[in-house]
């Protein structure tokens, strides 16, 4: 079976440090990634997709980037966090679009 | 821009009731429709999908019904028990596109 796992589940950063948040999925090949933000009390928005090795589609623009070194592996970055980076940061994964998509624990980001 | 809403903030229902959520969307094109629960601190949880292709569809206690001549998307829970309090989230999509859009999410309190 297919599993995803996201971690760090909480993590507190300063304003202008760096930001490393990964995610790899097991059991499936080539599949598409997303990373989603959720502020507190709201929906999920967009950040990147990705339907292959080094192909990203950023959503919107912001102080955050996203790279994907190996077909399982999801990673989102920042060098500098402000302050609105805040929030629940969500990995997902599907098969490909129209598909069901699976979301992973997520993670409490607190830029203080 | 297209969006995706919900009629009702909080929906409070007894126990063993049977709960409806309701969806509204605005893109025409979409055809693959999601619902999701999420608990406090969690990830979204998949519950049940549909395709534009069909008007019912149901799961284990649950069903989903899509209208598409009003773009009305619902959630039907049969006898809601206490761990169905989550906020649940109605998502679309656009046949061949990659960009799952949700909805701000409706909280489901069930009371004892």
């Known amino acids: 079976s297919q599993t995803i796992h996201q971690w760090p589940a909480t993590l507190v950063q300063p304003v202008g440090s760096p930001l490393s948040l990964e995610c790899t999925v097991e059991?499936?090949?080539?599949?598409?990634l997303y990373w989603y933000r959720q502020a507190a009390g709201r929906g999920l928005q967009l950040l990147f997709y990705s339907v292959g090795i080094g192909q990203i589609s950023s959503e919107v623009p912001q102080n955050l980037s996203a790279s994907r070194p190996q077909d399982r592996q999801f990673i989102l970055s920042s060098k500098k966090l402000l302050l609105s980076d805040s929030g629940f940061y969500l990995c997902?994964?599907?098969?490909?679009?129209?598909?069901?998509?699976?979301f992973g624990s997520g993670t409490q980001l607190s830029v203080l | 821009g297209e969006s995706v809403g919900l009629h009702l903030p909080t929906l409070s229902v007894q126990e063993g009731d049977n709960s409806i959520i309701n969806c509204a969307y605005s893109n025409s094109a979409s055809d693959y429709f999601i619902w999701y629960k999420q608990e406090s601190g969690k990830g979204p949880q998949f519950i049940i999908d549909?395709?534009?292709?069909?008007d019912k569809r149901q799961g284990q206690r649950v069903t989903v019904l899509l209208n598409k001549t009003v773009k009305h998307l619902s959630l039907q829970i049969a006898a809601t028990q206490p761990g169905d309090s989550a906020v649940y989230f109605c998502a679309e999509e656009e046949g061949g596109g990659n960009k799952l859009t949700f909805g701000t999410g409706t909280q489901l309190k069930v009371e004892l």
């Open positions: 059991g499936t090949s080539n599949p598409n």
């Open positions: 997902a994964w599907r098969r490909d679009s129209n598909e069901k998509l699976f």
């Open positions: 549909i395709r534009s292709n069909m």
